[in-house]
């Protein structure tokens, strides 16, 4: 079974430049997550879907957005990078909200410069 | 607001000993989840354990258990016979009802001495 899978790896942007970042969740699983991870801030939470629906949200600027499509995949944007939007992009998926655990991807590492 | 708090920010263990990593929470809510991940270098975050706060049974995967207690909200992982690939960074999360996000601690890196 396929775990789940985020690209690209790696990336490197511009200061202003937009990113759209992919996450292919394991087969049957319905819901999305996406945490920014940072040396100094940690796993910090920027949106969940289920069923193509934004059913949480975390405290980032309205630059960071996402969707998730028919087929469960998801995408995450941002646009108007800043230096501090450099982290570790990691996506995580279940089966629904609720009674289970998230299984994670490998993440995207994000370097603005 | 749930908050997840590990107050040790690394510790170290001697190859095949025990280590017991501490995690406490803070919530208002009676039914929720509890997780500790792991994080090796390759970054890929895997789950450990998980715990259900309604279970007082506490949850046992081969060489990992945690001590639940629920009045005390802690929530601390022990491991066994510590092998040189437990080394990571270990992270406890909290999950509360539907809806609700994962809330993650600052996490703690351990490290296996041979």
């Known amino acids: 079974k396929a775990g789940v899978t985020q690209t690209p790896r790696y990336l490197i942007k511009t200061r202003g430049q937009q990113v759209t970042l992919s996450c292919s969740p394991i087969?049957?699983?319905?819901?999305v997550s996406w945490y920014q991870q940072t040396p100094g801030q940690g796993l910090q939470f920027l949106f969940e879907y289920f069923s193509e629906t934004q059913r949480n949200k975390g405290n980032f600027p309205g630059r960071f957005s996402g969707r998730q499509f028919s087929n469960s995949r998801s995408e995450m944007n941002v646009s108007t990078l800043e230096l501090g939007d450099s982290a570790l992009y990691l996506c995580a998926s279940s089966m629904d909200m609720v009674n289970y655990g998230y299984t994670f991807g490998s993440g995207t590492r994000l370097t603005v410069v | 607001a749930q908050t997840v708090t590990q107050s040790q920010p690394e510790m170290s263990v001697q190859e095949a000993e025990t280590v017991t990593l501490s995690c406490t929470y803070d919530?208002?809510?009676?039914?929720?989840?509890l997780f500790w991940y792991k994080q090796p270098p390759s970054r890929q975050m895997i789950l450990v354990i998980r715990?259900?706060?309604?279970?007082?049974q506490n949850a046992t995967e081969n060489r990992f258990s945690v001590n639940f207690q629920k009045a005390a909200k802690s929530f601390s992982l022990k491991i066994s016979d510590s092998q040189l690939g437990d080394a990571a960074m270990y992270f406890c999360a909290y999950r509360g009802g539907a809806n609700s996000k994962l809330t993650f601690g600052k996490g703690i890196t351990l490290s296996v001495r041979p």
């Open positions: 087969s049957g699983h319905r819901s």
């Open positions: 715990q259900e706060a309604y279970k007082q």
């Open positions: 919530t208002s809510e009676s039914d929720y989840y």
